[in-house]
């Protein structure tokens, strides 16, 4: 009788990388120093204090425009092997266009990123983690078909600027925030889930097309990197055996919405999801679908511009029919879904600080089988995963064993179930400006002293923990064996 020890091995694969991230609203501050201009953030927190946890803002946040060699030093303490993090556009482009880049910006990233690689540290670069220039909103943002050139040529001015050195990139961080949020609560504060969100849903993706094309055809054979997508995954499990097709559909809305236009082999929409949301816009008196059609030839511009699939995972749902049309949503996600739904947390699930988020290890490992089920036996990065408390506590032991659970998860999946998961990013390096939550909940290995004018940083325990298990390349690490990371200043 063959019996499986699994918890004998809790070791990563060899080839194995570990890294940390954040991105550039949430961290940077100097949001009006030298010829950087205003972003729908900027615009959003400033109009709007009211809709952000006790009026809070990005103005200063971490001070990593002037932190960032400390930034630096708390990566190498971690022992991480690339640091994730993302470039303000308007910050490099001012106008929002290429007729003017500036400089001080470009001087920065510089910094940042020649820092890091005489650490021994790999720079993974997002090109867009949300703050698009607010001239370009004012322009349609991602509702105007030509965004996807602006941002095809954003991303140009990147790569030849930092492509020498920069071997990794994410177009777009979650497009589903991007549209489905920003078209309803998010900046750029605009309410129109029935259009707003198809129409940034469809140029999004063709964005992200365009620029890993531009990589592809003039920086590949030069630089030899790799681009591609990130997606938010939400893990849809059925409340009852009978919800599985509902579960399904409902991880077609808003995972298959992003993935299967550029991972499929036909590319183009979910079928069941074009089908769906076309049905629903004539029942509604819409003479074309709300949902977009893509034509053959931006099926074909889409389809394959991926080098790997890069997922964030927080957490999961249990979906089943909503017992009837009036029946009170007790998540935005229900409100968002077109199928009729709700959304639940499990009994059995434990519940965080923050209202949208649970733990349920196990759908961590779910969300990969589903994704290498649906889009086959593609390479994986983990570009996104952590844990989020109220207190900014030092002594985070539940950080620590959602860290822990939630690893032990993607090794089953790399082990047992044979998905090439290539690498993990903890979310986030340290605590930061936590978007409509401010500052009240926070993600970090590290506390940021936000009172402190030098935003002084101090490792938790858990920056100790996963140093830890980076060092020792395994989940089987004992208490005494935590590396101690001095509070350097
Ligand atoms: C990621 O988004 C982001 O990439 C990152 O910037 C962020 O710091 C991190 O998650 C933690 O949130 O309470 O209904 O307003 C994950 C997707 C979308 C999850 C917005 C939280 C708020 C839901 N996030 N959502 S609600």
Redesign the pocket.
Known sequence: LLVTCWSKDLSFPVDFTFGVGT?AY?IEGAWNVSDKTEHIWDRFVHQHPDRIYNGNNGDVACDSYHQWRRDIAMVKELGATFYRFSISWPRILPTGFTNHISEDGVLYYNNLINGLLKEGIQPVVTIY?WDLPQRLQDLGGWTNPLITDWFASYARVLFSRFGDRVKTWHTI??PY?VCD?GYV?FAPGINDPQVGRYLCSKYILIAHAKAWRVYDEEFRAMYNGKISIVN?IIWFEPKNQNDSVLAELAMQEFTGRYSHPIFSKEGGWPPVLETLIAEKSRYEGYDISRLPAFTKDEVELVKGTFDFYGV?H?TSRLVRKRPSKDAPSS??LDSLSELGVSFEASKDWKSTSS??FMEYPEGFRRTLQWLRNQYGDIDFVIT?NGYATASQSLEDYDRINYMRTYMEQMLLAIKEDGIKVLSYTT??LMDNF???DGYRST?GLYQVDFSDPNRRRTPKLSAKYYASVVKARSLDISNQSMYSISASA
């Open positions: 991105s949430q983690h961080n979650e925030t949020m609560i938010h964030n927080y998540y935005i209202s949208w996104e979310w986030s936590e978007w409509l993600f």
